[in-house]
């Protein structure tokens, strides 16, 4: 019995089917725009490797497997390319892979981890995890690198997995608040920022395509569940899944 798989499901987690298992962890899940693809990351060779996977067909390709860390996938709006995590020259990166030809650039050059890379609706900006100011904050930077990284986050001294609502005009990340992690929203027009939950471990935030919802994942006594919760952080439903411990939730993009 596979102890990892990745599954596809409804929105409210029926019709649950598995797309890959393994004995080793399957991490990080990034949707092609165009609902098509997957990508992720396997340790199914023991090492970091990142896949894409065709849903109709099955078929997959590795295309990340270089020496040190290959991690967080992230597809841009036009699916041309990812951006991904590398650490192949000693330090964590981030770097812009074409898919067409799997040429690489190199985006962030920082003596910093740097991780956990997301895209602007347009293309135009990168949003990554950086520990460059010696905790962990959102930073954003031009995609095509010409111009210096940005700090976005300053409440809480830890937030990170950053992404974009589909207007651009806001992110949700994960927030430390007092030894706690917990989802959080912030408006970059008006710079204020809301606390969306109340968990100790809430984590992998995920916007609904509508921008209406977030989907997370929570610890629930000894168990980890996948829950919703509205923007303005009153509605919150967790949804029923399979047995087991449900992590790193992605949101289809619209059909």
Request: aromatic share 8%; glycine share 10%; no cysteine.
């Amino acid at each position: 019995q596979p102890q990892y798989t990745l599954q596809v499901a409804d929105y409210d987690g029926a019709n649950a089917i598995s797309i890959a298992q393994s004995k080793e962890p399957i991490m990080s899940p990034a949707w092609s725009p165009d609902g098509q693809q997957i990508g992720y990351v396997s340790f199914e060779h023991k090492v970091s490797e990142i896949f894409i996977q065709t849903l109709k067909t099955g078929e997959r390709k590795s295309v990340a497997k270089f020496k040190g860390i290959n991690g967080s996938p992230a597809w841009s709006p036009d699916g041309k390319q990812l951006a991904i995590t590398l650490s192949k020259d000693g330090n964590s990166d981030i770097y812009i892979l074409t898919l067409a030809n799997l040429s690489l650039r190199k985006l962030t050059q920082s003596w910093a981890i740097d991780t956990e890379a997301a895209w602007s609706p347009d293309g135009t900006q990168i949003l990554f995890t950086s520990d460059r100011g010696r905790l962990p904050q959102i930073y954003v930077m031009p995609t095509n690198g010409q111009g210096s990284a940005k700090r976005l986050t300053f409440d809480g001294n830890y937030n990170a997995r950053g992404s974009f609502s589909a207007d651009g005009k806001k992110i949700v990340m994960v927030q430390g608040v007092q030894g706690k992690y917990r989802i959080a929203l912030l408006d970059l027009v008006t710079g204020a920022n809301t606390v969306l939950t109340d968990g100790s471990q809430d984590e992998s935030p995920s916007f609904a395509p509508n921008g209406q919802a977030i989907i997370y994942a929570r610890r629930k006594g000894d168990s980890e569940v996948l829950s919703t919760v509205s923007l303005d952080g009153l509605n919150k439903l967790d949804i029923q899944s399979a047995a087991g411990k449900v992590r790193e939730p992605a949101w289809a993009p619209r059909k």
